[in-house]
């Protein structure tokens, strides 16, 4: 049985590869060995899938998560919600998200507005070639589209359909392969009349 | 130990825990079922294979007081669900080898089931098709001459491959053996990005294509990047377009 098979690696040793954490030396010797054991590597590249895809990873969730609960701060304060200066990013950054001010927003800014025929959405680029995840909101927070991409800008596609002279919100979160994710907070929008 | 060991599995495994004492184990299953389902079902077979795989599972965790988790060594080296999913992949290998033997594997059939030297010589062949072996002949019919050249040119990069540091010839086996997307490849390595693992990769064949012209083959072989060069060939590229990391 390979789980206790010598001559392979153990199912610690295969962990701490996948997690990163083995010692340098030792996961030469692992890779030298990955490289001439086509069932290991099949232990390898099916660990990564799973562990990418597992049911109760949560770090897709959580960044929306954060920044769907400062949209719905920024809806629910009272006076004028997203004003220049005052925004959501900021708030991200008090609530203690991780690097949330690394990634910065370049288009459209804050409270600017938008044409409706299909906006681009342009970011700074976030350390590690991350995948970044866009999303949409509409003045109630509800999600209106979601797209992905690994560039850092992003045009939402034709069948979105905004309407003239109304608020949106928008924000932008990166994950890194590491797990790391970071966020540019939600961001408001006013498309034309 | 068991300080440092996932609370649920302490409970588990404490031996303070009467042995009538269901709770711990049913605290674990309800825990960590989601990944261990998500585990039986990436193998395919339908809802009643990966029933059948889970029940085998749980049976084996179970097993002689918990024999196979109590080899959990809480050394900070990873997570505890991460190791079972490691754990859970081999458990399901042997349930399907129980089943079916070893002539078939739920992963597949690779070259670990294949005489070892067909296996490199696959490899060879699937690296000379990417590196445009037919460019080292002038094109037609090849001449018993061309043809000896190409046959040197083949052994000099199988020996060339067999000499590549472990990761880089991890790199071309999982590109070209295992066929993996180019950001699959990325993440098997640990590699940031696929762009990483693309620029590793020209230099590898780079490297590649020099000791076929230093082996004597004595003309530029098409298809390999000089070094410095981003891209080994657009169509790898092409292939990739739609892979994201």
Redesign the interface.
């Given at each position: 049985m390979i789980l206790s098979d010598p001559g392979h690696p153990s199912a610690e040793d295969l962990a701490a590869y996948l997690s990163g954490s083995l010692p340098a030396p030792e996961a030469l010797h692992l890779e030298s060995h990955l490289s001439d054991c086509w069932p290991c590597r099949q232990e390898v590249i099916g660990g990564r899938r799973l562990l990418r895809s597992r049911p109760y990873d949560r770090r897709w969730l959580l960044v929306p998560a954060a920044a769907a609960a400062v949209l719905a701060l920024v809806l629910l304060r009272p006076g004028p919600a997203g004003e220049p200066g005052d925004g959501p990013l900021r708030a991200v950054g008090q609530q203690g998200q991780e690097s949330a001010r690394t990634l910065d927003v370049v288009s459209p800014a804050e409270g600017d507005t938008a044409d409706v025929g299909g906006p681009s959405f342009i970011w700074r680029a976030a350390r590690g070639e991350p995948l970044y995840r866009m999303t949409i909101a509409d003045r109630t927070g509800r999600t209106l589209w979601t797209g992905d991409t690994s560039d850092t800008t992003l045009t939402p596609p034709p069948s979105l359909r905004l309407d003239r002279g109304s608020k949106y919100f928008w924000y932008v979160d990166a994950l890194d392969v590491q797990g790391r994710s970071v966020t540019t907070g939600a961001q408001s929008f006013h498309t034309a009349p | 130990m068991a300080d440092d060991l996932p609370p649920v599995l302490s409970r588990l495994l404490t031996p303070a825990a009467p042995p009538a004492d269901d709770e711990p184990w049913a605290e674990f299953v309800r825990l960590h079922s989601?990944?261990l389902?998500?585990?039986c079902r990436?193998l395919g077979g339908g809802h009643d294979a990966a029933m059948d795989r889970y029940a085998y599972l749980l049976e084996q965790l179970r097993r002689d007081d918990y024999r196979?988790l109590r080899?959990?060594?809480a050394?900070?080296?990873?997570?505890f669900?991460?190791?079972l999913?490691?754990?859970a992949?081999?458990?399901c290998?042997?349930h399907h080898r129980h089943r079916y033997g070893r002539a078939r594997?739920p992963?597949?059939d690779?070259?670990?089931h294949e005489d070892e030297r067909r296996?490199r010589r696959r490899l060879v062949d699937l690296v000379s098709a990417e590196i445009d072996m037919a460019a080292l002949r002038d094109g037609g019919t090849p001449s018993p001459e061309e043809e000896f050249h190409s046959s040197e040119a083949h052994r000099a990069l199988e020996s060339a491959l067999n000499q590549l540091p472990?990761?880089d010839?991890?790199l071309v086996?999982?590109r070209f053996?295992?066929e993996?997307p180019m950001p699959?490849v990325?993440?098997?390595l640990?590699?940031?990005?696929r762009?990483?693992a693309y620029r590793r990769l020209t230099a590898v064949l780079a490297a590649l294509r020099h000791e076929l012209e230093r082996a004597g083959s004595g003309r530029p072989v098409q298809g390999l990047a000089r070094p410095g060069e981003l891209s080994v060939s657009s169509e790898w590229h092409e292939r990739n377009d739609h892979d994201?990391?």
């Open positions: - | 989601k990944l389902l998500h585990v990436s196979r080899t959990f060594v050394d900070g080296r990873s997570e669900s991460t190791w999913v490691i754990v992949q081999r458990l290998l042997d594997s992963l597949g690779g070259p670990a296996a472990p990761r010839r991890l086996r999982l053996e295992d993996l699959e990325a993440r098997a640990g590699l940031p990005s762009f990483h994201t990391l």
